[in-house]
């Protein structure tokens, strides 16, 4: 009679200890799930996507203002180029250097022809500093969005990374806990608990209250509560299989 009264007390405590297990599983289940939904990081993915989209487009945005610069360049040029010619030639005509009338009208001619050609690059010159006004404007409200966004995400990434090494914390402390627990439970009643909780949504074992299974909150027949509580030890409910403990 002792010894089937200490193996029954012996029990009891195992199978208290099984819910004390299941309570730090609940826990490492419930902090691991918060890990891999943390709303700031699914907001971080978001931005570093937009940081890449906003890093492509600033790429495109440098070299259509690096073209225009080298049109510029080449515009500029052919303008300096065609001054100096004009101005070759017009020393020419009115240094009195030339004289016949059939040579000077050629002369005339040609400088007004090199004064039009100066006007149209001229007018090239202006559309291509309208346009490098306009890609200077999208370069810098692109590089301001960068920065603005950068920050944000940086910012946002040490704010992830406190909330997880938190949660770690957190964490290492059940596993530790439920470690301890677990010394205290025989291994054969451990192993049933775990196959029971791998096939039953995390919840291998459950409190019988009242008359109610904890596990899948279903009241149970007054003979079976009856049952359960005269017989004691280990038990399993009989709507959802899961290891119920009667205090
Ligand atoms: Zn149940």
Known sequence: VFREVLVMVTEASALERVLDLQSEDAAINRLGHRRETLEEAARLQELT????????????????????????????????????????????????????????????????MLKRQRAELEDKLLE???????????????SEERARIGAE???????????????????????????????????DLTSLYESIRDTKGGIGAAALEGDTCTGCHTKLPAREVERLRAEGGLQRCDNCRRILVVR
């Open 128 to 142: 291509v500093m309208v346009q490098r006004d306009g890609a200077m404007a999208t370069l810098e409200s692109l």
């Open 49 to 112: 996507a937009t940081l890449e989209e906003l890093d492509a487009d600033l790429s495109i945005a440098t070299k259509q203002r690096d073209e225009i610069a080298r049109d510029q360049d080449r515009l500029e040029g052919a303008i300096a180029a065609g001054d100096a010619k004009i101005q070759r030639e017009e020393h020419r005509l009115f240094s009195g250097a030339v004289s016949n009338p059939k040579e000077l009208g050629a002369l005339q001619a040609e400088v007004a």
């Open 153 to 187: 995400a940086a910012e946002l990434g040490r704010k992830v990374e406190e909330l997880t090494s938190a949660i770690d914390r957190e964490l290492s402390e059940h596993k530790s806990r439920r470690d301890s627990i677990a010394s205290d439970i025989p291994a």
